[in-house]
């Protein structure tokens, strides 16, 4: 059994810092590197896709809307076209330090508010996926397990990585619960390892009702700027090892995967 540890990183910019990247590479397998808009900026990008390559971690593009006060989390009115443009223009950029640092990207994770909106708005989707699908048809896109953003890239012919955060309680359809709600994120560790285990295992996590529901996981996301993420992400990944679970990047995990 497989499983990918992913983080969304790089995303200081000029003298704000945020996360602990150093250290939390060592622990994840694939990186989400943010792209200028939300958070990262320039020496960030490049010195986070460096520490990646040398790191052996699988690069990712974190595309998000510009948007630096509200750190990409606020829902922001487009025109037409327009999330197809910011987002090749910023996946674009972090291909271009992959290329300088001798790697490639390997995924594409829209950030914050885009995800949330491209996982319900047919239109906002479709946008992401055009522009994924435009700029390399190879990449893999990172959504929600279930959701209409993964419908329509395994539609278009992308590789769909389905992500799952082991900190998060879902509702019985199999989507986050709202943080508005009592219980939404989970601070006991031992729920923590005993939820992720039996996702990866056997496909089946227990919503916030107490009820089994299945839910498909390619990749688990730690969140870097959550308190103590450094260390919750060790605990992780040793308690899949422990239990033969082999921890590597998406891409080798969905390598040869066609869309359903």
């Not at 520490?51 to 989390?73: I, M, N, S, W």
């Not at 390997?106 to 996982?119: E, F, I």
Request: with cysteine.
């Amino acid at each position: 059994m497989y499983i990918d540890l992913n983080c969304d990183m790089g995303e200081s910019f000029g003298a704000w810092r945020m996360g602990d990247d150093e250290r939390m590479m060592a622990h994840i397998t694939s990186a989400n590197i943010a792209c200028g808009f939300h958070a990262g900026d320039p020496m960030v990008m490049q010195k986070t896709v460096r520490l990646a390559v040398e790191t052996g971690v699988g690069v990712g593009a974190h595309p998000g809307f510009p948007d630096l006060v509200g750190f990409g989390r606020r829902n922001l009115q487009t025109s037409p076209g327009e999330i197809k443009a910011m987002m090749i223009y910023q996946i674009g950029a972090l291909a271009a330090f992959a290329q300088a640092e001798g790697a490639r990207i390997q995924h594409v994770k829209p950030h914050g508010a885009l995800y949330n909106m491209a996982a319900d708005n047919e239109a906002v989707a479709d946008e992401v996926v055009q522009a994924v699908y435009s700029v390399n048809p190879e990449w893999i896109l990172v959504t929600q397990p279930g959701c209409v953003l993964a419908e329509l890239a395994e539609r278009k012919g992308l590789r769909v990585a389905r992500e799952v955060f082991p900190d998060r309680a879902y509702l019985e359809n199999g989507r986050l619960a709202p943080r508005s709600m009592s219980g939404a994120v989970i601070h006991d560790l031992d729920t923590v390892k005993s939820r992720i285990v039996r996702l990866v295992q056997e496909g089946v996590m227990e919503a916030i009702t107490g009820k089994s529901i299945s839910l498909q996981a390619d990749t688990l996301c730690i969140h870097g700027d959550t308190p103590g993420a450094v260390d919750l992400a060790a605990l992780i990944r040793r308690e899949l090892m422990q239990n033969g679970i082999v921890v590597m990047p998406m891409e080798g995990i969905l390598k040869g995967k066609t869309p359903s």
